[in-house]
């Protein structure tokens, strides 16, 4: 039998194992999201042929992709770029602008804004759910934005929802003669800060102003997406009509092991309502030179539907998140078995040169 030199068996055993190692670790794999490109973070993805499931996967992968969460301490400092107004203000989240007073000339000014976390920290985001003081999800700005403080403490950690009727004039059907005989204020008003126009609030719900809608939806979208538990300091979030947390009894009677939060049948709405717009685009690049991700709903909206189901389907109840989904699971999907295939071809190949 023919057996090749030592040295040789030796160099091809080597350059074999490298191209299957590389092979195998790009099996199903995303790559790091290209902060001026965006259509190359999605480029090598079979569109046409994805189901709800492969697409989910591919795009919680993509926004998980490149992601180097900065620290606490320093968003505020970032923010200032990536929400600025102008050179002396920023843009803030339910109307209005705020001066600059973190940076640069514009440091020890009065601030009248702080942090405004959309998804609220006490639903699996920030220290009150028992996460670090820099935890990935507490930190990311894609859902974290700057916030009249007063407007901020009254939102707390209401769901978001549509309370007023499409126009913004009157309230709508469901926030008329509330529970306790309230009807819902709009706009939001503290006895410092009044919101723009559209913006409402009554009960435990709370709704942006029509410009910035669109935008809250899809950072939501993306936070469910982006966080399925698997990373250490994180715990998964989902996306559903009412708020809830873990060891809540859920409608299969298990204990839940995840945050939710909504009102997604609204969040939907509004995505179709709000379309993405310019200033949202350039935000989401902004973010990603900070951080390292995109949000994958600011670049591809079309998708929203078919990860998350209709705003009718949620309305009805139906629950299109669980179907087919289990994070980082790779069942299912193809790239699991095509990473099995990968292992058993390199052990086949390597015993065979041996």
Not at 139 to 159: I, K, T
Not at 308 to 319: S, V
Request: hydrophobic share 35%; charged share 15%.
């Amino acid at each position: 039998m023919f057996a090749w030199p030592h040295s040789r068996v030796t160099q091809a055993r080597i350059s074999l194992l490298v191209v299957l190692c590389a092979v195998f670790l790009n099996s199903g794999s995303t790559t790091a999201a290209s902060c001026d490109d965006a259509d190359s973070s999605y480029s090598g993805f079979a569109w046409g042929n994805a189901t709800q499931a492969s697409l989910r996967l591919f795009l919680h992968r993509t926004a998980s992709a490149g992601h180097v969460p900065v620290t606490y301490s320093a968003t505020y400092s970032l923010l200032e770029q990536i929400d600025a107004h102008n050179t002396t203000a920023v843009r803030l989240a339910y109307g209005s602008f705020g001066g600059k007073c973190r940076t640069e000339t514009h440091y020890g000014r009065e601030c009248v804004w702080n942090r405004e976390h959309l998804w609220p920290q006490s639903f699996g985001v920030g220290e009150s759910s028992g996460l670090s003081y820099d935890a990935p999800p507490r930190v990311d700005m894609h859902a974290l934005v700057p916030s009249h403080y007063s407007l901020n403490s009254a939102r707390s950690n209401r769901v978001f929802k549509q309370i007023t009727t499409e126009d913004d004039t009157t309230c709508a059907a469901c926030c008329i003669n509330w529970s306790n005989g309230a009807t819902c204020e709009s706009p939001v008003a503290t006895a410092t800060m009044v919101g723009a126009f559209g913006s409402a609030s009554i009960g435990g719900n709370w709704q942006p102003p029509p410009e910035m809608r669109g935008f809250v939806a899809r950072a939501m979208m993306y936070m469910a997406l982006r966080y399925d538990g698997n990373d250490d300091g994180t715990f998964e979030l989902r996306l559903a009509q009412s708020a809830s947390k873990p060891g809540t009894v859920a409608d299969g009677g298990a204990n839940q092991t995840y945050f939710s939060f909504g009102v997604l049948s609204d969040l939907l709405l509004w995505h179709r309502n709000h379309p993405v717009a310019e200033w949202e685009r350039v935000r989401n690049t902004a973010v990603c030179n900070a951080q390292g991700n995109r949000n994958p709903f600011t670049d591809h909206p079309e998708v929203v539907e078919t990860v998350f189901g209709t705003a009718e389907e949620a309305e009805l109840g139906i629950d299109t998140w669980s179907v087919g989904w289990s994070g980082e699971d790779e069942s299912g999907t193809g790239l699991g078995r095509a990473r099995t295939w990968t292992v058993f071809f390199a052990a086949y190949l390597y015993a065979f040169i041996t």
